[in-house]
């Protein structure tokens, strides 16, 4: 990393740990650029670049010769012990679900997929890219994988829009009855795409292997949850 790039980088993480202390409430304005220039000793345009990173991050707005202000970021909390789509999780916190498919591949499983799928080397899969949204933001990066063997012959990729489990339900007939997953913390600058793929490196990954009720796998997701912007909770109990 250049010199300029680490310090955006530090006064970018640095607001950051201040607005998730609280120490900028909702809706109150940020120090100036030339405040922030003077405490960083950085450039103005420095400091600019770090404010867009927040701004992409949906931390904060800037409105022209007024300021930057904070925002509420459009959180989304989900429990994890039922079985459901992302929209409907989206759509109960009284939030509008989008999703954008950016990609629909047919290719063999790669080794490890195999593995992990438990199925030939030579089978071959539906490949996903989508972008999930909330009230327009984005939320979430999934890759997902269905087995082309539960596709009906001839199926037109394109007409693949939405959310999958509805697809399954009622383009299908086949119910998701129940999953396994995994759920991994990671950072990385090389999940996502699109305009805002570079301001996010946090994720909270679901690795989820979907089947219905006779045993068989129709769907293997990837999905990288926005951190801060996705949040999942676990209901426990005594006996």
């Not at 607005?19 to 109150?28: D, H, R």
């Not at 991994?184 to 795409?193: D, L």
């Amino acid at each position: 990393m250049t010199g300029r790039a680490t310090l955006v980088s530090r006064i970018s993480g640095e607001l950051r740990g201040e607005l998730a202390a609280g120490n900028y409430p909702v809706g109150s304005k940020l120090p100036s650029e030339t405040e922030l220039a003077t405490r960083f000793g950085a450039s103005r345009p420095t400091v600019r670049a770090a404010l867009r990173e927040l701004q992409a991050l949906s931390l904060v707005r800037t409105q022209h010769g007024l300021g930057t202000f904070v925002t509420d970021p459009p959180t989304v909390k989900a429990g994890l012990e039922r079985l459901g789509s992302i929209t409907d999780s989206i759509r109960s916190t009284g939030k509008t679900p989008g999703m954008i498919y950016f990609s629909r591949i047919r290719r063999r499983v790669l080794p490890e997929e195999a593995v992990i799928m438990s199925c030939p080397t030579e089978s071959e899969v539906l490949e996903l890219r989508r972008t999930i949204l909330a009230d327009g933001e984005v939320v979430a990066y999934s890759y997902d994988l269905i087995p082309a063997q539960i596709l009906p012959k001839d199926f037109d990729d394109g007409r693949l829009e939405g959310s999958l489990f509805n697809f399954f339900r009622s383009q299908l007939g086949i119910d998701p009855s129940y999953g396994e997953a995994e759920i991994h913390a990671v950072h990385s600058q090389h999940i996502g795409w699109g305009r805002e793929a570079a301001a996010h490196d946090l994720f909270v990954l679901l690795n989820q292997l979907h089947y219905d009720s006779a045993d068989r796998l129709v769907l293997y997701s990837r999905t990288y949850f926005i951190e801060n912007r996705y949040n999942f909770t676990v209901y426990r109990k005594s006996n």
